[in-house]
Nanobody
Framework: EVYVVESGGDSVQAGGSLRLSCAAS????????IGWFRQDPGKEREGISC????????YYLDSVKGRFTISSDNAKHMVYLQMNSLKHEDTAKYYC????????????????????WGQGTQVTVSS
C-alpha cells in the first residue's frame, strides 16, 4: 500500500497561486496513482486531478483545466498540485489519495483500487 501526507494549504486572495504537496510512502516501487480531491462543508468530495505514476498520464476536472497542474517527482515520491488563478469557489479542504490507477467517467475523476487518504489541507481563497 501507498500512504500519503499532504501539505501546503493556506489562505490567499483570488487570483493568487498555491502549490500543494503530497508525500507518498510505503509500496512506492509498485504501480500506483495519486489523486487530488477537495471537499467543502455540505458538499460531496470531488476529484480534481489525478496522475498515474508509472506513465505520467494526467486527468483534470473541467473547472480547473488550464489553472491547475499536477506533477510528480518520482525520485522523491512527491506529487504536486500547482494552483494558479485561484477563485473563491476553489475554497475547500484538499486531500491527496493513493490508488492503483486513475479513472475518469463522465467528467468525474476517481481512483481505482484500494484508496488511502491523507488528512487534508485547507485552502481558503478570499474574493
Amino acid at each position: 500500500e501507498v500512504y500519503v501526507v499532504e501539505s501546503g494549504g493556506d489562505s490567499v486572495q483570488a487570483g493568487g497561486s498555491l502549490r500543494l504537496s503530497c508525500a507518498a510512502s510505503g509500496s512506492t516501487s509498485d504501480d500506483y496513482a495519486i489523486g487530488w480531491f477537495r471537499q467543502d462543508p455540505g458538499k460531496e468530495r470531488e476529484g480534481i486531478s489525478c496522475i498515474s505514476i508509472n506513465d505520467g498520464t494526467t486527468y483534470y476536472l473541467d473547472s480547473v483545466k488550464g489553472r491547475f497542474t499536477i506533477s510528480s517527482d518520482n525520485a522523491k515520491h512527491m506529487v504536486y498540485l500547482q494552483m494558479n488563478s485561484l477563485k473563491h469557489e476553489d475554497t475547500a479542504k484538499y486531500y491527496c489519495a493513493s490508488g492503483f490507477d486513475c479513472g475518469e467517467a463522465m467528467g468525474v475523476i476517481y481512483l481505482v483500487g484500494n484508496v488511502n487518504w491523507g488528512q487534508g489541507t485547507q485552502v481558503t481563497v478570499s474574493s
